[in-house]
């Protein structure tokens, strides 16, 4: 009897080994199955782009030359590309406010753009974004309608907040600003739609442009045409410099 139970041990032992060696073997198959689909996956995900698309509402843009110049640059296969790089290259266009980049298949690659919207000239060569972005695009005569607006680069957002409000206050009195400039000392001087400019100063900002509003109705609306400049920086009146003339008059 303790013969028969050796040889049922031993027998148990050589089953569970042959199962052991089957297991290892469909294991050893099924990695190698698998290792060879991938292969083929990656192979056929891995393609070089056919196609580049760029989407998204554009006034300024060409999409199509945006899309050439991205193919230029797929000298690798889809999975290898480097869509950082290729976002970074597009930002770089001064009328690109921000890319998105995204693979595609078939191979391809999907490009969703937002443009930038100019509502301001910065200085004589940039334009400002609603943000207080500056960008340099090449200008052209259409901007020329937007108002004019410079000082520190790092007070962009200020300048226009400033501009804002004190178009708002000149509105009631039937005039419009078309440009501000904050100088680095922090004195502002206005533009305005008749031509006329206002030096402002740094103190007392509202109420010497509350000052200047009452003048300029009493006392100077009449003859706008030949004003070329206010000093509104006096505690009374003001300093008229007139286009016909060389010299000051005072008002107020």
Same mark, same amino acid.
């Given at each position: 009897?303790?013969?028969?139970?050796?040889?049922?041990?031993?027998?148990?032992?050589? %089953?569970?080994?042959?199962?052991?060696?089957?297991?290892?073997?469909?294991?050893?198959?099924?990695?190698?199955?698998?290792?060879?689909?991938?292969?083929?996956?990656?192979?056929?995900?891995?393609?070089?782009?056919?196609?580049?698309?760029?989407?998204?509402?554009?006034?300024?843009?060409?999409?199509?030359?945006?899309?050439?110049?991205?193919?230029?640059?797929?000298?690798?296969?889809?999975?290898?590309?480097?869509?950082?790089?290729?976002?970074?290259?597009?930002?770089?266009?001064?009328?690109?406010?921000?890319?998105?980049?995204?693979?595609?298949?078939?191979?391809?690659?999907?490009?969703?753009? @937002?443009?930038?919207?100019?509502?301001?000239?910065?200085? %004589?060569?940039?334009?400002?974004?609603?943000?207080? %972005?500056?960008?340099?695009?090449?200008?052209?005569?259409?901007?020329?309608?937007?108002?004019?607006?410079?000082?520190?680069?790092?007070?962009?957002?200020?300048?226009?907040?400033?501009?804002?409000?004190?178009?708002?206050?000149?509105?009631?009195?039937?005039?419009?600003?078309?440009?501000?400039?904050? @100088?680095?000392?922090?004195?502002?001087?206005?533009?305005?739609?008749?031509?006329?400019?206002?030096?402002?100063?740094?103190?007392?900002?509202?109420?010497?442009?509350?000052?200047?509003?009452?003048?300029?109705?009493?006392?100077?609306?009449?003859?706008?045409?030949?004003?070329?400049?206010?000093?509104?920086?006096?505690?009374?009146?003001?300093?008229?410099?007139?286009?016909?003339?060389?010299?000051? %008059?005072?008002?107020?």
């Amino acid at each position: 009897m303790a013969q028969a139970g050796e040889q049922g041990v031993v027998g148990n032992n050589q %089953d569970r080994q042959w199962r052991m060696v089957v297991i290892l073997t469909l294991l050893v198959i099924f990695t190698g199955v698998s290792s060879s689909l991938l292969r083929e996956l990656w192979q056929w995900l891995n393609q070089p782009v056919g196609v580049v698309t760029v989407a998204g509402a554009t006034r300024h843009l060409d999409k199509e030359a945006l899309a050439q110049a991205l193919a230029t640059r797929m000298n690798r296969p889809l999975l290898q590309l480097d869509l950082k790089a290729l976002q970074e290259q597009l930002v770089q266009e001064p009328w690109v406010h921000s890319a998105s980049v995204r693979r595609q298949w078939p191979p391809a690659i999907g490009v969703q753009l @937002e443009e930038e919207v100019p509502v301001a000239r910065w200085g %004589d060569k940039g334009l400002l974004n609603h943000q207080g %972005d500056i960008f340099w695009p090449e200008l052209k005569p259409e901007y020329a309608a937007l108002p004019k607006l410079t000082g520190p680069a790092h007070e962009t957002i200020r300048i226009m907040q400033q501009y804002h409000d004190l178009n708002r206050m000149f509105s009631a009195s039937g005039l419009r600003l078309t440009g501000l400039v904050l @100088e680095s000392r922090g004195a502002w001087t206005l533009e305005l739609d008749n031509g006329i400019r206002v030096v402002v100063g740094r103190e007392e900002l509202v109420p010497r442009l509350k000052r200047f509003i009452d003048i300029y109705q009493q006392r100077l609306a009449a003859r706008a045409e030949q004003i070329e400049q206010v000093d509104i920086r006096y505690t009374n009146g003001a300093a008229v410099s007139w286009r016909a003339e060389t010299g000051q %008059d005072n008002a107020g």
